[in-house]
Structures are given as C-alpha cells and as structure tokens.
C-alpha cells in the first residue's frame, strides 16, 4: 500500500573522522521515508551544503561528496521539501533539517513577514529556522518551537561547534540515538544506526533537546510533555521493519496485527482458506502474523520488481498506479484455483487493493479475503504524513460523518468494503485490537487517523 506517505527522514552525526559516507548511507536507509528530496550538510570550518532533487543513490555525485568534508553533519530525505537550509544570523551559521508538519504555518507566515522577516519559498523548514533564530541562542531557539509550532516535528540543527537533535512534547515522529565509540549519531529510525554498526542507545523523549559530541550525548534542555502521542501508523505502516521505536520492534507490531485479525477469524469461525499471503511490502509482516494466528500456510502470491522505480519518483496519483502495476506481478501457479487471505497495512482510496484483487481473481484465485490491519481510516493526517482529504478517505464514501466505533458498524463497513473492492469479505482491526496488539496504552499513542481525536488539541475533527 502506497497511498500513505511519511515526508521526512532525518540523520545527523558527529565522529572522530570524516562523516560523510556514514550520513550519505544513514539517509540512503531512511529513504522509504521520503523519496523527492535529499540532503546533506557539514561542517568544515563553514557549512558545506548539497541538496537534490530526486533519491539518495542516485542523485549525489563522488565529486558532491567528496565536497562534503568535515566530522559532524545532517542529512534529510523528503517528500515535499528540499532540506537542510543554511542560514546566517546573530546565532551564526546553521543548518537545520525538520521532520513533521507545521499546522498553523500561515499563521506562523503572516505574523513573520509582518515583523519584515523574508521568505523563498514559504516552506515549513524557513518558519522553523525563523523561529529559532528569533531566540538568544540555539537551545532557547528549540525550545522555543514548542509554544510557536502547532503540529509535529523532529529536528536535527548543524552548528559551528555542535549537532542538536529534538523531538516535539508528543513525541509524534520517532528519533533515535546512537553510538559506536566516537561515532554519535541521531536518526529517524534505528535501522540507519544498525545497518551502520552503531548501537542504538534509545529514543529522544518527547520534549528532549539532546547535543551531539564526540563524547556522547547530554541532554540540553527537557521541556516537559503534557501527554506523549507517537504516531500509530509508524508500527503498522510506515517506519520499516527492522526499526524498533520507542521500545516496539516494528516487525513484532505487525506481527501481533496480524495474529489479532487471525484470532478475530477464529473466534467467528474458522476461514476455511488455503493460503494467506501479503500486498508486498507493506502487508508482509501483517501476513506473517495471520499465518502465525492461523497455521493457513504463508505464500506470496505478488513479485516485487524492486527495480520498478529506480529512475523517477511519482507525484501524480495517475503515476503511483502505472507504477503500482510495474511493481508487482502476479505468481499464477501460487494463485490458481486458491482461496486466499490478502492481508495488507490499510485502505485509503481503495484503488490499490481492489486493483490487486482483481488480478489475483483474473488469474484464477477461487476466493480473496481481505484482512486490514488498520482500523478503518476516517480522519486526515495533520502531523506529517502525507495529505489525504476526506474525499480521499473510501471509509467515508460509506460514512459521510461520524465514527467507526462499535464492532455492529465496523461489520456492515466491512460488507460494504467487500463490494467496493470485489473481495469474498474483507476484515479490520478495531481501535481497541489494534491498540492492543500495538502494545503501548491508548493515552501514549496518536489514534487522530481513526478517531478524529487531535492529541494536541484535544478535541475532535468534524467531517
Ligand atoms: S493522524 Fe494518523 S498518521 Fe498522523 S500522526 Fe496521528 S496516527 Fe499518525
């Protein structure tokens, strides 16, 4: 599923040597987070600054890299802007990264520019560093976004003598820290740290600006956090599986996700089926799990072409279908005369899974049954995954206003789903199973997808 997409991946190191193919790579394994942007800065006696347009293994240069001196730095890959920015002001020169959304930022713009402060592009990133430089000095600067910024971000800043790394009060986006003797590092998801031979050490706490030296980390600042709300969709959907984020290994998560679809099938009598298999990539731990649940053997019936997009990236809606089709093919001896469970992370528009039962029908599956892992999504996101308007979300085509609350309106949801997308049936987690199977209380996680709930304002949503 790829209707739903992060914006941002962040990276930032400071080391006893050169640091750049650590950042270039550590950006290069946060991509799934982000594929329209990337870049790096460094700082050898000034910043040194490359961004792209396009993904991390193709875009940069050696000669680029090789430009990129100095033994500390940030990198960023995103999906909406080019980042880091290098400014110049009374707190001298910095490079600054976020990761998230700033919700009031039209707000933030007027009353800025009304102060004559200049824009480029009026991005998020440009309000961001606005706001820290208005402050006396760095630390001051990132405190001060927890009263100026509504929304969610992480963020890594580039100094002449040091990295700062914060997550916001709530703690949406995940980040965390690492080491390996004097390699310090910070990173959006820990599989960057792994894969890079450095331990992960733990996550920010929400509220937390931590400084990077080379001898570690301190804590410069923690400002006190009204409640935590890391973002749920990370464990189902977004963050990739070999990452653990405040303290859940994303691969258990999807696991228990789909043992929990499985063990609801149980208990409403056993899906007779011969096989379960899952929408790569998103839905193969989900998969997994529902075999785990089930005992139903464990098959993949889609071949991922992982060369499919090495060239471009999609913008269009138009595009992400052509190139849907391009990823995946369809196994037909895995398929044929099979009755099947389709499990995957969630339905947005609806398009892409009724796309991929269609094809496994035409091929001659005899049944598909469709497990979500997700509840259904009723709300858009305003923290930092990619935009999807009401009209966008198919769950409201049934339910114009209103929740997905008890189990009696999750059922007839779900028959309707089934028409919708030509599935024999189609299953998702409640709110509570998949609270759950997440494994984290209710209170410390952001639901707004599901329930319309903003953590920040605590207050719904309408439709
Ligand atoms: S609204 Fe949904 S996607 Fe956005 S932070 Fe909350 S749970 Fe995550």
Redesign the pocket.
């Known amino acids: 599923m790829k209707e739903i997409e992060e914006n941002c991946g962040l990276f930032g190191m400071i080391s006893g040597n050169p640091c750049i193919m650590d950042i270039y790579q550590g950006i290069d394994f946060l991509q799934h987070r982000g594929q329209q942007y990337c870049g790096i800065a460094t700082f050898d006696e000034a910043i040194r600054q490359v961004t792209h347009y396009g993904k991390v293994g193709i875009t940069f240069q050696q000669q680029e890299l090789s430009y990129l001196t100095g033994n500390r730095g940030i990198g960023h890959v995103s999906l909406w802007e080019r980042q880091p920015v290098t400014l110049h002001s009374k707190l001298g020169e910095m490079a600054v990264a976020f990761s998230g959304n700033v919700v009031n930022s039209e707000k933030l713009l007027k009353s800025m520019k009304a102060k004559g402060k200049a824009f480029q592009r009026n991005e998020h990133i440009e309000i961001i560093s606005h706001a820290i430089m208005e402050e006396s000095d760095v630390v001051s600067g990132i405190a001060s976004l927890a009263r100026k910024i509504e929304g969610?971000y992480c963020i890594v800043v580039l100094t002449r003598d040091a990295v700062y790394a914060a997550r916001d009060i709530y703690g949406?986006r995940p980040l965390i820290l690492g080491r390996n003797g004097d390699r310090v590092a910070v990173s959006s998801e820990s599989r960057a740290l792994q894969n890079l031979d450095i331990d992960v050490v733990r996550d920010v706490r929400p509220g937390e600006i931590v400084r990077l030296s080379e001898a570690g980390f301190e804590t410069a600042l923690q400002l006190p956090s009204p409640r935590t709300a890391h973002?749920?969709?990370e464990w189902a959907y977004t963050a990739s599986i070999d990452s653990i984020i405040d303290g859940i290994y994303v691969q258990e998560a999807r696991s228990r996700l789909g043992e929990s679809l499985a063990a609801r099938d149980r208990e409403e009598g056993n899906l007779a089926a011969d096989i379960v298999a899952p929408v790569p990539m998103s839905g193969i731990g989900h998969a997994l799990g529902y075999h785990k649940g089930s005992g139903i053997p464990y098959q993949e019936v889609f071949l991922y072409n992982r060369y499919a997009d090495r060239s471009y990236t999609q913008s269009t809606q138009a595009a992400r279908e052509v190139m849907a089709k391009r990823k995946l093919s369809v196994l037909r001896y895995a398929v044929q005369g099979k009755r099947i469970v389709l499990c995957d992370d969630s339905i947005v528009r609806g398009t892409q899974i009724q796309n991929k039962v269609r094809d496994i029908k035409k091929v001659g599956a005899r049944e598909v049954h469709v497990r979500i892992a997700c509840p259904p999504l009723m709300?858009p996101?305003?923290?930092?995954?990619s935009t999807r308007s009401y009209d966008e979300l198919c769950a409201r085509e049934f339910l114009r206003k209103g929740d997905i609350l008890s189990l009696q309106e999750l059922r007839k949801l779900e028959s309707w789903m089934a028409v919708r997308i030509g599935a024999d049936s189609v299953k998702y987690n409640s709110i509570d199973s998949f609270v759950k199977a997440l494994g984290l209380p209710r209170g410390a996680l952001?639901?707004?997808?599901w329930d319309g709930a903003s953590p920040i304002r605590n207050r719904k949503k309408g439709a």
Request: include cysteine; glycine fraction near 6%; aromatic fraction near 26%.
């Open positions: 969610a949406f973002c749920a969709f709300y996101c305003d923290f930092g995954i952001c639901l707004k997808c």
